[in-house]
Structure formats: structure tokens, C-alpha cells
């Protein structure tokens, strides 16, 4: 019923810039919270951040100051701008969604199929 779709990751050399972008399609009648959540080989997935549509938009410690995310409510898209990056950064970052579907009486969670980011010289 709902599908997420990412693109923007790839290979960068530390200190660059990246963004990925996130789109939402399907039966969709409403968003409430989008986010980016990464996995690095060997560890579990993190969040990275997310922005609701009402309240405050959150960031990890990690990615503070360098990260930004944006949504475009109109579209159903959520973009990561990722500025002065580190090889730490380097995971599949897929993205996330709370979504009402049309007919549907509650929200349910959604992910993306993910996209590799790779920081290295």
C-alpha cells in the first residue's frame, strides 16, 4: 500500500556532502513523523534523525551540526542534507515513516529499502 523509495547515496571522500532524498507513495491519507536511521556493518540500526509533522525535529549526537533533514509536506518527500563527512558516517541509511493509509484507522510504520553511503579517500 505504501512504498518509500531512496536515492542520493554513494561514494564521497571525507569532508564532502551528500543528500538523499525519500519519497513516500501509495494509498497515503496522512505523515506524521519521517526519519533517516542507519546500519554500519556490525552494528544495529541507529536513528539519525526525524521530523515530525508537529513538534520538534531530533538528531543524533553524532550528526548534530552537520546533518540536515527537510520534508516537503505537500509531496510526501523527506531529504537528508549530509555535510563534512566522516568515514564513521559510512552505513545503509534507510528511510522511515508513520503513515495513515486512506481507509485506515491508525498509523503504521514503513521503511525504505535502504541506500549505501560510503565515506573514504
Known amino acids: 500500500q505504501v512504498q518509500l523509495v531512496e536515492s542520493g547515496g554513494g561514494l564521497v571522500q571525507p569532508g564532502g556532502s551528500l543528500r538523499l532524498s525519500c519519497a513516500a507513495s501509495?494509498?497515503?491519507?496522512?505523515?506524521?513523523?519521517m526519519a533517516w536511521y542507519r546500519q554500519a556493518p556490525g552494528k544495529e540500526r541507529e536513528l539519525v534523525a526525524r521530523?515530525?509533522?508537529?513538534?520538534?525535529?531530533a538528531y543524533a549526537d553524532s550528526v548534530k551540526a552537520r546533518f540536515i533533514i527537510s520534508r516537503d509536506f505537500a509531496k510526501n518527500t523527506v531529504d537528508l542534507q549530509m555535510n563534512s563527512l566522516k568515514p564513521e558516517d559510512t552505513a545503509v541509511y534507510y528511510c522511515?515513516?508513520?503513515?495513515?493509509?486512506?481507509?485506515?484507522?491508525?498509523?503504521?510504520?514503513?521503511w525504505g529499502q535502504g541506500t549505501q553511503v560510503t565515506v573514504s579517500s
Open positions: 501509495g494509498s497515503i491519507l496522512s505523515i506524521s513523523t
Open positions: 521530523k515530525p509533522s508537529i513538534g520538534t525535529t
Open positions: 522511515n515513516a508513520d503513515v495513515r493509509v486512506l481507509g485506515g484507522m491508525v498509523s503504521s510504520n514503513y
